[in-house]
């Protein structure tokens, strides 16, 4: 996977439109869903980076970040 031209912000802008929000407590990143409070994330606040985070989350969802390459915008 190549990380270099990754625009992370238009990758974190699609989860936001997934429903999911990105949040960071005490250091580290985490989700939480739409209309859920941050204190209770679906995904914990185990990530250092929000990179990470991001990079996880479109694994998990079987989705390729590499559409967000600024490559392509």
Known sequence: MKLDNI???SA???I???GSYLNQQDGLWGL???GESPD???V???FPTRNQLILWYFKD???D???HSSEFS
């Open 44 to 46: 914990p606040y185990t």
């Open 40 to 42: 209770n994330p679906i």
């Open 32 to 34: 939480y869903d739409f």
């Open 61 to 63: 969802m079987g989705w």
């Open 12 to 14: 974190a802008y699609t």
């Open 65 to 67: 970040v590499n559409l």
């Open 16 to 18: 936001n439109q997934d």
């Open 7 to 9: 625009d992370f912000d």
